[in-house]
């Protein structure tokens, strides 16, 4: 490798917090200039009935415009980035939680779907023992929330207990499990819990009580609730200050940094495998019942690869759980905007998955650099000296 390269390769790999930041943003921007020209190289080569820019049939400026401004316009669009923003916070920090513990959760959308399942299930069966109206909200919300995060967990201790007590690599494993969780969940819907009365493969609707529904009216008739906004920003909070400041997280983060050096200390290897794994799926599970209660109002197959998204998000986020909030808007804000574009502007809808997709790639490509370094034996990381601060540097 030439010295240049390696000495750039180098200082990505042991770049502070706050350099960090500004390379993210110097990504962002690089981004935006290359999306910018292959939008009006695209637009020389297509015919348009309407106005021209600079000879080109797409304007790289309304498109970022689109894109990036237009969803903050408006109490629809608001909700509508708020929307992706708090799905893709609990995705985000379930594969964070994982990261850090030096796992790689690819099964979170699998967690998310059999949360969702039996958080509808449950507020299906518990609905005609339960009050109405306020009460019975404050009954079956935290009882779908409780039935998300449990099923989400334990299924994603399954993987963790493969991997710590038969060496079976974890990213094979929760692949596969998240086909096992999509062909379970039909199978039980179309046989046991099918709504009559629909054509679709799904469940019949959850009460009225059990819904989050808009609180303010800024974001009425929209798919998004203010409760299921400050429960993902406690959440954010909280794995924070879990990961930060308790005995159990500087287990998990020393483990994900130097595992040999963890179990050297005393760490109980194999239990810290399955608690991660579990808390992680906790997290997707949560997702689901949120998707459940707050979007569908009732489980129907089909639900988008929220947990597949929550990776990048994590990644983007450096696993930090507080990165994982800008990212997740990041995300939110790229998803409504795509929509925007679609409606105004006529470009095609694979041109803005690519810009889409540049953004993600610019800004992630750092950080992934960075993670390669340290879960391989390439890069500086690989000759540091112990974690004594638990990997706290890597927040």
């Known amino acids: 490798m030439p010295s240049w390269s390696e000495s750039a390769a180098s200082k990505i790999v042991t770049a502070s917090a706050k350099e960090r930041i500004y390379i993210s943003v110097a990504a962002f921007v690089a981004s935006v200039l290359v999306g910018s020209v292959l939008v009006y190289l695209s637009g020389l080569v297509v015919d ?127 692949i596969m499990l998240n086909f096992v969780a999509t062909n379970l969940a039909f199978f039980l819907i179309s046989t046991y819990y099918q709504d009559p009365e629909s054509g679709s493969v799904q469940t019949v609707a959850i009460p009225e009580a059990a819904r989050l529904t808009p609180v303010l009216p800024f974001f009425e008739g929209a798919q998004f609730s203010v409760v299921a906004l400050v429960l ?97 808007l990041l995300f939110g804000v790229m998803k409504a905007g795509s929509l925007s574009i679609d409606f105004s502007l006529g470009v095609p809808k694979q041109l803005v998955g690519v810009l889409r997709g540049l953004v993600i790639l610019f800004v992630a490509m750092p950080e992934f650099f960075r993670m390669l370094a340290r879960y391989t034996s390439f890069g500086p990381d690989a000759d540091r000296p112990v974690a004594t601060d638990g990997g706290e540097d890597d927040a």
Request: net charge neutral; charged share 10%; glycine share 14%.
């Open 232 to 328: 993902g920003l406690a959440l954010v909070g909280g794995t924070y200050y879990v990961l930060a400041n308790t005995a159990f997280g500087y287990d998990l983060r020393t483990s994900g940094v130097q595992a040999t050096a963890a179990d050297y200390a005393g760490v109980d290897a194999k239990r810290l495998v399955v608690s991660s794994m579990t808390l992680s799926g906790a997290l997707a599970g949560l997702g689901g019942a949120v998707y459940v209660l707050m979007v569908m109002s009732r489980y129907r197959t089909g639900i988008p690869a929220l947990g597949f998204d929550g990776i990048t998000v994590s990644i983007l986020a450096g696993n930090n759980p507080l990165g994982v909030l800008p990212a997740a």
């Open 48 to 174: 348009c009935a309407g106005g021209r820019f600079l000879g080109s049939c797409y304007n790289p400026f309304l498109v970022y415009y689109y894109l990036f401004v237009d969803p903050f316009v408006g109490g629809f669009n608001v909700a509508l980035v708020m929307k992706e923003t708090v799905l893709l916070i609990f995705t985000g920090l379930s594969v964070a939680v994982a990261f850090r513990a030096g796992l790689f959760n690819i099964g979170s959308q699998g967690q998310l779907v059999l949360g969702g399942l039996a958080s509808a299930l449950a507020v299906i069966f518990a609905a005609p023992f339960a009050p109405t109206g306020p009460v019975g909200t404050l009954v079956l919300v935290p009882l779908a929330l409780v039935v998300g995060a449990v099923f989400g967990g334990l299924y994603a201790a399954i993987p963790g207990a493969l991997k710590a007590y038969a060496e079976a690599n974890e990213v094979i494993t929760t």
